[in-house]
């Protein structure tokens, strides 16, 4: 959530920024619905003012014994009209606050302007697309012909859009995992954590999924009201909702492996084929709690640390600066990491890395103690993938494969694979 502040000081510089992302927001409604609640609030707290002098009066009138009751209809008018103008305050800021949690982040100077997609901006490349002399099978068909991957298997289950995985490609996974789990903990001093796969509608809200993304959420309960998890962004970021964290404390980072569930209700007809795009599927997660002054640079390293995990099992990636139009509602300004996939020759998203500012902090309350003033003020919150398991699970099927469809185990992974080195039809 911005700063309400923001509204009040500079409209004209809110407005334009949400333009940026093509937000349809309206400042003259904004005003109108701020200047309606200021002229209630006054009358309110006159109310309450002269309701707390008629019975202040009535106090000194019993002392001295006079009759009371003209100012005790006075102070029963007072408090009528005083209950209504609370009633009405009390619908305005209500309306004011689903307004405001339903406008996204301010976006980074730096992100560039775009509607879509394509307007992305490429920074960098690592890694050297491998050149096969035979044609490059995509995972569906390497998994299939390894009989470790089975769509069909989970349709039956399940629905569409749920796999199973099998043998040696299923501790594949696992490995990949493991890796991911190790490196960020060990080499980038980042704190394991297990967190709840089900959260309450106040977590989804501290995070920005609640209200607007309700629709790509798996609600699983109504008394309590529980969802699924749609990222381990929001079990681990609403540890800190509601607490004040000492300077010293700061930064906290925090890795974290979890499934993830999703509708893809704005997904209908993409990536139909594969394990692209699931309603179940792995990621470790990454994210960190810091000072507001050092959040551009943890963004930086955080993304960096996304990234040594293609580097370590020799993945060939892309860096990605997302437009406008493309960053998503909380983000502030986000990389996406797109890995080569041969088989869709193509990069396709493994990871993306965003830096939120101070905008989920509002809405969590997370903050931290300043010991310059002794006040608390609001953390920024950064998180991003390190990695989607799955798709790296498919870019190391794709990346690996040789002309029969065998995979090559990468270097990295060999501790967690128990002696085998290729997954082969005869692998077991």
Request: proline share 5%; aromatic share 8%.
């Amino acid at each position: 959530m911005l700063d309400p502040r923001l509204f009040r000081t500079d409209l004209d510089f809110v407005t334009e920024q949400l333009k940026r992302r093509s937000f349809n927001f309206n400042p003259e409604f904004y005003v109108d619905l701020e200047v309606r609640r200021k002229a209630v609030q006054i009358k309110t707290q006159e109310l309450q003012n002269e309701r707390n002098s008629r019975s202040k009066a009535i106090g000194q009138a019993k002392a001295k014994g006079q009759d009371v009751q003209a100012l005790l209809d006075e102070v029963q008018q007072f408090g009528d009209a005083l209950k209504t103008a609370e009633t009405e305050l009390s619908a305005i800021q209500q309306q004011m606050e689903v307004l405001m949690e339903g406008i996204p982040n301010i976006l980074d100077a730096s992100v560039p302007e775009g509607k879509s997609e394509e307007l992305n901006v490429e920074l960098s490349r690592w890694g050297d697309v491998p050149v096969f002399d035979f044609e490059a099978k995509d995972h569906v068909d390497l998994g299939t012909q390894l009989k470790g991957i089975d769509f069909e298997l989970g349709v039956k289950i399940a629905s569409s859009r749920f796999v199973v995985l099998t043998g040696p490609l299923a501790r594949l996974q696992r490995a990949i995992i493991q890796l991911m789990l190790d490196t960020h903990a060990a080499d980038h001093g980042y704190d394991e954590t297990y967190v709840p796969f089900l959260v309450n509608a106040q977590s989804l809200r501290g995070t920005g999924q609640l209200p607007k993304f309700e629709a790509d959420l798996f609600k699983a309960s109504d008394e309590p009201a529980l969802y699924l998890i749609p990222t381990a962004e929001v079990p681990v970021t609403n540890r800190v909702r509601d607490d004040i964290i000492e300077a010293k404390d700061l930064p906290l980072k925090y890795v974290c492996h979890s499934p993830c569930f999703r509708s893809e209700a704005g997904a209908y007809g993409r990536d139909v084929r594969g394990m692209i795009r699931q309603h179940q599927f792995e990621k470790v997660e990454l994210v960190q709690i810091v000072k507001p002054e050092d959040s551009e640079q943890a963004h930086e390293e955080l993304t960096q640390h996304a990234e040594n995990i293609l580097k370590k099992l020799n993945l060939p990636y892309r860096k990605m600066l997302l437009c406008a139009g493309d960053t998503g509602f909380s983000s502030a300004k986000t990389y996406d990491l797109e890995v080569w996939l041969p088989g869709q020759g193509a990069y396709r998203e493994i990871s993306s890395c965003s830096n939120f500012r101070d905008f989920q902090a509002r809405r969590l309350q997370a903050r931290w103690r300043n010991p310059e003033t002794g006040k608390p003020e609001l953390v920024h919150t950064i998180n991003g993938s390190g990695l989607a398991a799955g798709r790296t699970l498919i870019a190391v099927m794709e990346n690996y494969q040789d002309a029969d469809g065998n995979i090559t185990i990468p270097e990295a992974l060999l501790p967690y694979m128990g002696g085998l080195h290729v997954i082969s039809s005869g692998s077991n």
